[in-house]
């Protein structure tokens, strides 16, 4: 009844005209391969039946026939063998894979290149596809019909998060028209909030001769390259730099 091919969810009317009248003409004088038909209707020299493609099928093509010697006319003359009616289709839903260029978690300043890869070409894939949380992604670059690919900017001053990266369902289509299903979330990891330092000292006020002073440098955040090479002193000397945890560290101003 139509033309073109079908996807996913779509049928076929397909018709078989007798150049006689038939009474023994059933649907298992048709012969079937890339789907199935339904209950054949009909009489005399007008029958119909409903082709269902394979499903999950990207690139398939049906064909129907009926054979010679299936049915009869009413003297019982066989029929001549018909040609084959060929349909083609996809059944196929699109899937989406996401992936990263790097690996482990970014920090202040850095981005990261995310691509996304479709199992069939699509035309109508854009950024306004993409769901994302935890940062932004720049302009969607096509690399070809089936890899496209962003750059995802982490959320600033933030001291532990997580982007997440998805596409939902039924988003964007093949050539054929069939919707794509959910991808699989991607996570990246980061932290991009610069850490901070609290000096602080043991005793308030002046020191006089032959005293000193317990200085204490308490991190917002762990570190395990704070030095002591690190801390800028005037008018004194530090001695050796004490670690308390990997957020507190101490020494003795003198």
Do not use: W
């Not at 789907?35 to 990207?58: E, H, K, R, V, W």
């Not at 028209?177 to 991607?186: E, I």
């Not at 020191?207 to 308490?218: A, H, L, P, S």
């Amino acid at each position: 009844a139509g033309s073109g091919s079908l996807k996913s969810g779509q049928t076929e009317t397909i018709t078989f005209t007798l150049s006689e009248t038939s009474t023994n003409f059933v649907a298992t004088d048709i012969t079937t391969t890339g789907g199935s038909i339904g209950s054949l209707s009909g009489s005399g020299t007008s029958y119909m039946a409903t082709f269902t493609p394979t499903t999950n099928t990207q690139t398939g093509t049906g064909s129907i026939s009926v054979a010679g010697a299936t049915f009869t006319d009413a003297l019982g003359n066989d029929n001549a063998a018909s040609t084959a009616l060929s349909i083609s289709y996809d059944t196929a839903a699109p899937t989406v894979t996401i992936t990263r260029a790097g690996s482990g978690s970014l920090k202040s300043g850095q981005t990261e290149t995310v691509t996304f890869t479709l199992s069939e070409a699509s035309s109508d894939f854009v950024s306004g596809d993409i769901t994302i949380s935890g940062g932004s992604i720049g302009t969607l670059t096509t690399t070809s019909s089936t890899v496209y690919s962003v750059v995802f900017t982490p959320t600033t001053n933030t001291q532990s998060g997580t982007g997440s990266i998805s596409v939902a369902g039924a988003t964007f289509a093949d050539a054929t028209g069939n919707d794509n299903t959910a991808s699989s979330t991607l996570s990246i990891n980061y932290d991009t909030l610069a850490p901070t330092v609290t000096v602080s000292r043991s005793v308030p006020g002046s020191i006089g001769v032959r005293q000193n002073n317990t200085i204490t440098f308490t991190l917002s955040e762990a570190s395990s390259t704070f030095t002591a090479a690190d801390i800028t002193v005037t008018d004194g000397s530090i001695g050796t730099l004490t670690t308390v945890s990997s957020t507190v560290y101490r020494v003795l101003f003198t």
